[in-house]
């Protein structure tokens, strides 16, 4: 999930991988991890459909300091 205040931060979410997600699926019930990794990336999936759902045109997200433009002499 993009993170605001990143450049990234209205880009859509990525996903994981098929072969990640059963690796980690197997690991999992191993018990060689554990997390929530699953809810997350419902988690994700339900967030990016809200900032689709509700775009903040205009307005700004980044955090960032702007720098003034520098003088090319």
Do not use: F, N
Not at 26 to 31: M, N, V
Not at 32 to 44: F, S, T, V
Not at 55 to 71: N, Q, Y
């Amino acid at each position: 999930m993009p993170l605001p205040g990143t450049p990234w931060r209205d880009a859509p979410p990525g996903d994981v991988a098929p072969e990640t997600v059963s690796e980690v699926d197997r690991l999992s019930q191993r018990g060689a991890l554990y997390g929530h990794w699953q809810k997350q990336r419902d988690h994700a999936v339900r967030l990016a459909a809200a900032a689709e759902a509700y775009p903040r045109p205009g307005r700004s997200r980044t955090i960032l300091p702007t720098l003034p433009a520098r003088d090319s002499c």
